[in-house]
C-alpha cells in the first residue's frame, strides 16, 4: 500500500499505526513506509513477528473454547486488519451460524474489512468505534442487531488495552461491557507487558510514541484486575505459551514472556 491516490480520506500514511504495524510484523502488505519504517525498529529489539503470532494462535485456542461452552456471539475489540483464523472463521467451526461483530477505529481497518465482509454475511459486520468508548460499540445498531445481552457474549480484546493509557481507564472500560454481559459470558484479554525485559520495554514504547496509539505494558497483577468480577479459567492470567496449548512445542514459543492472557467467565 505505497500508492497516495489509494489512501483513504482521513488517513496520514506519514504517521506509524498500530494496526498496519501489526500487519507488518505478520507478513502482511497493508501498511505505508511509516509503519514499516517503525516495526522494524521494534523488530530489531526482539522476535516481534513471534510474539504476534503467539498472540494469534492464543486467539484460536480461546475462541474454541469459548466456542465450546455455548457461546455463538462475539464482539472482537481493537479487531485489526483481517487475517487467518478470524474469529468467526473459528468460532464457525464449532457454530456455523455464529455471529461477530469486529470493532477498531481505524479508518483502514474499516475499508478493508467492509471490502472483505461486503455482501457475504449478515451475521458478522464491522463497526466503527473506540474501545473507549464502549457505549459506541453496545449501542452501536449493528451490534443491537447481533448481538443479544440477554444471552452469553463473547468479549475479545487481544492486544487492544495495552494501547490505553491509565487516564482511558482500560479496567473501567471492561467494567462496562461486563456489566452488559450476561452471566455465562467469556472475556478473553491479552495484554503486553515487559516484566522479563524493562530495557526493551522502554525503548519499545519510545517507538510508538510517534504512532497513533501509545504503547503502555503492565505487570501481572494490572492485567489480572482486568477480569475483576470474572472468573478465570485455568491457568489463569499467564504466559501465552501456556494457556492451554494445543502442542508440546507451543511452550517454547520465542517471545511468549511478553504476552499475558487470560479467559475470565462471568458468574
Known amino acids: 500500500m505505497t500508492n497516495p491516490s489509494r489512501v483513504p480520506t482521513g488517513i496520514n500514511p506519514n504517521i506509524p499505526n498500530s494496526a498496519?504495524?501489526?500487519?507488518?510484523y505478520l507478513g502482511g502488505k497493508d501498511n505505508f513506509a511509516a509503519d514499516r519504517e517503525a516495526a522494524e525498529k521494534i523488530m530489531a529489539l526482539g522476535p516481534s513477528r513471534e510474539i504476534c503470532l503467539a498472540n494469534r494462535r492464543f486467539l484460536g485456542r480461546a475462541v474454541r473454547y469459548v466456542s465450546a461452552?455455548?457461546?455463538?456471539?462475539?464482539?472482537?475489540l481493537?479487531?485489526?486488519?483481517?487475517?487467518?483464523?478470524?474469529?468467526?472463521?473459528?468460532?464457525?467451526?464449532?457454530?456455523?451460524?455464529?455471529?461477530?461483530?469486529?470493532?477498531?477505529?481505524?479508518?483502514?481497518?474499516?475499508v478493508h474489512a467492509r471490502a472483505l465482509l461486503a455482501g457475504t454475511d449478515t451475521a458478522i459486520t464491522i463497526v466503527h468505534a473506540d474501545v473507549r468508548e464502549p457505549s459506541?460499540?453496545?449501542?452501536?445498531p449493528d451490534t443491537k442487531r447481533l448481538i443479544d445481552f440477554s444471552k452469553p457474549v463473547g468479549v475479545i480484546a487481544l492486544g487492544v488495552l495495552h494501547c490505553l493509557t491509565a487516564?482511558?481507564?482500560?479496567?473501567?472500560?471492561?467494567?462496562?461491557?461486563?456489566?452488559?454481559?450476561?452471566?455465562?459470558?467469556?472475556?478473553v484479554i491479552s495484554h503486553?507487558?515487559?516484566?522479563?525485559?524493562?530495557?526493551?520495554?522502554?525503548?519499545?514504547?519510545?517507538?510508538?510514541?510517534?504512532?497513533?496509539a501509545p504503547l503502555i505494558h503492565r505487570n501481572h497483577h494490572q492485567v489480572s484486575h482486568m477480569f475483576d468480577g470474572f472468573d478465570l479459567v485455568e491457568p489463569g492470567v499467564t504466559h501465552v505459551a501456556d494457556w492451554r496449548p494445543d502442542?508440546?512445542?507451543?511452550?517454547?514459543?520465542?517471545?511468549?514472556?511478553?504476552?499475558?492472557v487470560g479467559v475470565g467467565l462471568k458468574p
Do not use: C
Open 192 to 212: 503486553l507487558t515487559d516484566d522479563a525485559h524493562p530495557e526493551v520495554g522502554v525503548a519499545a514504547r519510545e517507538v510508538y510514541e510517534d504512532a497513533d
Open 247 to 260: 502442542e508440546a512445542w507451543e511452550t517454547e514459543l520465542a517471545g511468549s514472556e511478553w504476552w499475558y
Open 136 to 140: 459506541s460499540i453496545l449501542d452501536a
Open 78 to 110: 481493537g479487531t485489526g486488519l483481517p487475517n487467518q483464523n478470524n474469529v468467526h472463521e473459528v468460532a464457525r467451526k464449532e457454530h456455523p451460524e455464529a455471529r461477530v461483530v469486529y470493532v477498531d477505529y481505524d479508518p483502514v481497518v474499516i
Open 69 to 76: 461452552l455455548g457461546i455463538d456471539q462475539f464482539i472482537d
Open 167 to 187: 487516564q482511558d481507564d482500560p479496567w473501567g472500560v471492561v467494567g462496562e461491557f461486563r456489566e452488559r454481559m450476561a452471566p455465562g459470558s467469556a472475556l
Open 20 to 24: 498496519r504495524m501489526y500487519d507488518y
